[in-house]
């Protein structure tokens, strides 16, 4: 069963500052890998996705990479603001077009 | 990319009363639903793979009778919430796909039973 992990669990930062979050899953068979963005209380908002033949996917301030090989994604937040404070969830669609997500990372931006 | 509507995006129910949620793919033909939900502080968990025409296939640990889900037509997949209480308040979110691998997302589903 794919298990999908993402590392910090929490991160506060100050703003301006460039930042890395972690992802890693355990089934390299994945069809393609998302990065969503959750504010408290609310949906997903879909920030990157990075199909499985992919490398990378850029949107402004962000930048995904995806190495499916060894099962690991980043995003990479540069220049960061208070209103990137979120948490911030990956997750791998399956074949069977089942998503498996990651436990997330809640980001604080400090003014 | 395809629009998955999911509604209603919040509701507050007391408790033993049933809640409906609909989750509609409005511009292709959705052959499979998927249910998740999201307990606070938590992250995404399947509940329920539904196929259309066919019963849903649940998560070990999630309860068939309470959670009915019905996927009656390719545009269409519902859950129901049966006897709702408030250790059911969470996060629901539906997801659609055609033939092909990709799914899409509905909004998502706030509910709060009290």
């Known amino acids: 069963k794919q298990e999908v992990t993402q590392i910090p669990a929490a991160l506060s930062v100050p703003e301006g500052e460039n930042l890395v979050l972690n992802c890693s899953f355990t089934d390299s068979a994945i069809y393609n890998l998302q990065w969503f963005r959750q504010d408290p209380g609310k949906g997903l908002t879909s920030l990157l996705l990075i199909q499985s033949s992919q490398r990378e996917q850029t949107s402004g301030r962000l930048n995904a990479s995806l190495d499916k090989s060894s099962g690991r994604s980043t995003l990479y937040i540069a220049a960061s603001q208070p209103g990137d404070s979120a948490t911030y969830l990956c997750?791998?669609?399956?074949?069977?077009?089942?998503?498996?997500f990651g436990t997330g990372t809640s980001l604080t931006v400090i003014p | 990319g395809a629009v998955v509507s999911q509604h209603p995006s919040r509701v507050i129910c007391k408790s033993g009363t049933s809640v409906k949620i609909e989750c509609r793919s409005l511009?292709?033909?959705?052959?499979?639903m998927f249910w998740y939900r999201q307990f606070p502080k938590q992250s995404l968990m399947l509940m329920a793979t539904?196929?259309?025409?066919?019963?849903?296939?649940?998560e070990q640990g999630v309860e068939k009778d309470k959670f009915l889900i019905n996927h009656a037509s390719l545009t269409l997949s519902t859950l129901t919430v049966t006897s709702a209480h408030p250790e059911d308040s969470s996060f629901y979110i539906c997801?659609?796909?055609?033939?092909?691998?990709?799914?899409?997302f509905g909004q998502g589903t706030r509910l709060t039973v009290v």
């Open positions: 511009d292709f033909q959705a052959t499979t």
């Open positions: 997801s659609a796909k055609d033939r092909a691998t990709e799914a899409f």
């Open positions: 539904s196929n259309e025409g066919s019963k849903a296939t649940y």
């Open positions: 997750a791998v669609l399956s074949g069977g077009g089942q998503f498996y």
